[in-house]
Nanobody, 125 residues
Framework: VQLQASGGGLVQAGGSLRLSCAAS????????VAWFRQALGKGREFVGG????????RFSDSVKGRFTMSRDNAENTMWLQMNSLKPEDTAVYYC???????????????????WGRGTLVTVSS
């Protein structure tokens, strides 16, 4: 499966952005999907994910309550809605997928087999 993330850009603190991740090659129905991010000089960290069985999304503590995630298997697309953005949310955001997996998305980046190229989100103060 190939993933393509889009929707990044420059936004002021407190603003919102919606990222999209379009899949091709395979339908996402049997895939756990997730978003990760990587700030300059830091490691890639889990942001949020949804298990392949359509379980409720789980999020990292740093974005919980501000970010939401959804997927549409028919459209083969997933989204990350980011609200109340903070400068510390500045990073390259990556979508990722792994076939099947546990009912709840794993937070370990090494569990994911497929990655999009990333889209840059910059939040100004």
């Amino acid at each position: 499966v190939q993933l393509q993330a889009s929707g990044g850009g420059l936004v002021q603190a407190g603003g919102s952005l919606r990222l999209s991740c379009a899949a091709s090659g395979r339908n996402l129905t049997s895939y756990t999907v997730a978003w990760f991010r990587q700030a300059l000089g830091k490691g890639r960290e889990f942001v949020g994910g949804i298990g392949w069985k359509g379980s409720s999304a789980r999020f990292s503590d740093s974005v919980k309550g501000r970010f939401t995630m959804s997927r549409d298997n028919a459209e083969n697309t997933m989204w990350l809605q980011m609200n109340s953005l903070k400068p510390e949310d500045t990073a390259v955001y990556y979508c990722a997928a792994r076939i099947f997996g546990a009912a709840t998305a794993t937070t370990n980046r090494y569990d994911y087999d497929y990655w999009g190229r990333g889209t840059l989100v910059t939040v100004s103060s």
